[in-house]
């Protein structure tokens, strides 16, 4: 398996852009995280699916984010409009079940200005 | 307060030198994992555990989880050991991260 895989690898936008950041995860596995990384607050997450269902969508900053999970080998985090405190790296993960080990993404390097 | 404390947070090391970097947690867990992520990359799991001690190459974990505590440590290291590295705790689905410890290893 390729692994957990997220696009783009790099996004810069301008500000009031709408921004979708895509995740593939691994085959077979039902559980999905999505999880916002800054140099002032480290590792958050965002939201967690689990059988395409979103379970927990507490950590989603405020209403210009939005996440999806259409079917269980794609999701996508939208920021509509974006912000210059948006830019972040964004890293989706997925793991067999909730109890198992995660993997991660890449990552997505956004820059809004 | 950070529910997951790292130590150090900086570490600089000799090419061949044994590093441990401490991992201290204040809630219940049902897992802990060890991250590793190089400048400008991804991250990878190193390890995922909930007792005992794992061993891959030249990595060990440790974990206590009577003193909420947990050790990674890094044998004769190398260069390309160079990154930081996150201690995670997990509660239901949540994973609460440490601020990371980075690392630097000299030739």
């Known amino acids: 398996d390729a692994g957990v895989i997220q696009s783009p690898r790099h996004e810069v936008t301008e500000m009031g852009q709408e921004v979708t950041l895509r995740c593939k995860p691994i085959?077979?596995?039902?559980?999905l995280f999505w999880y916002r990384q800054t140099m002032m607050r480290g590792l958050e997450l965002l939201i967690y699916?689990?059988?395409?269902?979103?379970?927990?969508d507490s950590g989603m900053p405020e209403d210009r984010f939005s996440a999806k999970m259409p079917n269980a080998s794609f999701s996508t985090l939208k920021i509509q409009p974006s912000e210059p405190r948006d830019s972040a790296v964004y890293f989706c993960?997925?793991?067999?079940?909730?109890?198992?080990?995660?993997?991660f993404g890449q990552g997505t390097r956004l820059t809004v200005v | 307060k950070n529910e997951v404390e790292q130590s150090p947070q900086n570490l600089t090391a000799q090419e061949g030198e044994f590093i441990t970097i401490n991992c201290s947690y204040s809630?219940?867990?049902?897992?802990l994992h060890w991250l590793q992520q190089h400048p400008g990359g991804g991250i990878v799991s190193l390890f995922m555990?909930?007792?005992g001690k794992k061993k891959h190459g030249r990595l060990i974990a440790t974990i206590n989880i009577q003193e909420k505590h947990s050790s990674l440590h890094i044998t004769a290291s190398h260069p390309r050991d160079s990154a930081v590295y996150i201690c995670a705790v997990k509660v239901d689905y949540k994973l609460s991260f440490g601020a990371g410890t980075t690392v630097t290893v000299r030739a």
């Open positions: 699916f689990n059988n395409n269902v979103p379970i927990d």
């Open positions: 809630v219940g867990i049902s897992a």
């Open positions: 555990l909930s007792s």
């Open positions: 993960a997925s793991s067999l079940t909730v109890n198992t080990e995660a993997f």
């Open positions: 085959s077979g596995h039902n559980s």
